[in-house]
């Protein structure tokens, strides 16, 4: 049931600084233990994602847990084929440091969520998105934000494969044809806790603040 | 600098329980206060924004600040155009409740922010987005989404546009050719707070559970 305006929470300056550290703290993890993950911590996390905001309120994020182990077999192959071709796309040196990047944790991580994005949804009745269709993907975009700190609120870490064939892995997980792909997830506890991208972290890149900048007009 | 992992925080249930209170309240506002906003509060929920996860830590969200009056007004013109094309699309009495709808805060929101992403940005090298290159846009969305959460935090109120031409808006804010908008954003106080979303108060659709089920694979 709805809360009436009256029960509107306040959030101090303590929780706002506390906020930008979980944001600070939140980075993507790829070095999990294979301790289990407790099944109402995971499904507390669920629920967050589900307070994400969607396009014409049509929640299309379709979350699927991954736990047949042909099946995790066969989405760590794409893996593996994907990396390999991408590392095939730099030369010398710099292929060199990429194969030494550790950039998924499928073998070790409990969980294994994929998920998708439901364009023949109904829900929310296209509001919103006629001009701009691909908000409906987006929306599931910002689920997999919401989940991502409420696991790091709860201990967990997550991993964003992306190096992954979608078509692929949308066959191996046999879903009805009007989803599509938008992420695949790795989640468990983390073996380290870090504030700075691996990325940077292992030398790929400098610290890098593009972005960082606000534009006029 | 990045902190050492001694530095980890812990984040405890009573926060676990405040971010899952900031997620159900966070909602899409489209009613605002013509006060402005505070600079340093801005900048603070920019910050935030920073901290997003991106592909290949390429971080290409640009944002851009939108306060030319006649900038501004050719965004609503834009709003204006594809809303009534989008109420066209609707017949008989679902026509005259979409028409009933406020569906953007453009006229009253003291700050807009157009969000870009840089798609010839060469952060990262293109590191984990060969087979899945949407994952570029994707990681502007969860800047945005970041954001959302930040001003939420600090009693702001944020609303995503999207009935826009994309292309237009592109055009109004003469941004480099490789840019492509993700996301137009209204920030400033909301002149109300809710726990459920508007389109639901407002009648456009029954309270709805999709993507609340956990599928298993």
């Keep these: 049931m709805a ?4 029960d509107s929470p306040v959030f101090d300056a303590a929780f706002a600084h506390r906020l930008d550290l979980l944001l600070a703290w939140r980075r993507d993890v790829r ?5 289990p993950v407790d099944e109402a911590v995971l499904r507390a996390c669920l629920a967050a994602a589900h307070l994400a905001p969607s396009v014409g309120n049509s929640r299309p994020w379709r ?29 010398g040196e710099r292929a060199a440091r990429y194969r030494s990047l550790k950039l998924a944790g499928l ?18 009745l296209g509001l919103g998105r006629a001009t701009m269709p691909e908000t409906l993907d987006y929306s599931v975009v910002g689920a997999v934000q919401c989940l991502w700190l409420a696991a790091r609120a709860r201990g967990l870490g997550l991993g964003w494969v992306s190096i992954l064939d979608p078509c692929r892995v949308t ?18 506890l983390p073996q380290e806790e870090h504030s700075d991208p691996e990325l940077e972290r292992h030398g790929w890149q400098a610290e890098d603040r593009s972005g960082a900048t606000l534009f006029e007009r």
Tied chains: 1, 2.
């Design 63 to 91: 979350f699927v847990r991954v736990s047949d182990p042909s099946r995790r077999e066969a989405v760590a192959a794409s893996f593996a084929a994907c990396n390999a071709l991408a590392a095939g796309g730099y030369e």
């Design 31 to 35: 070095r999990f233990r294979r301790d």
């Design 171 to 188: 066959e191996i997980l046999a879903v009805p044809p009007s989803w599509g792909l938008i992420a695949y997830l790795c989640l468990g």
């Design 107 to 124: 073998r070790e991580a409990p969980v294994h969520l994929a998920v998708f994005c439901d364009r023949g949804t109904g829900a929310g």
């Design 3 to 6: 809360l009436s305006v009256m």
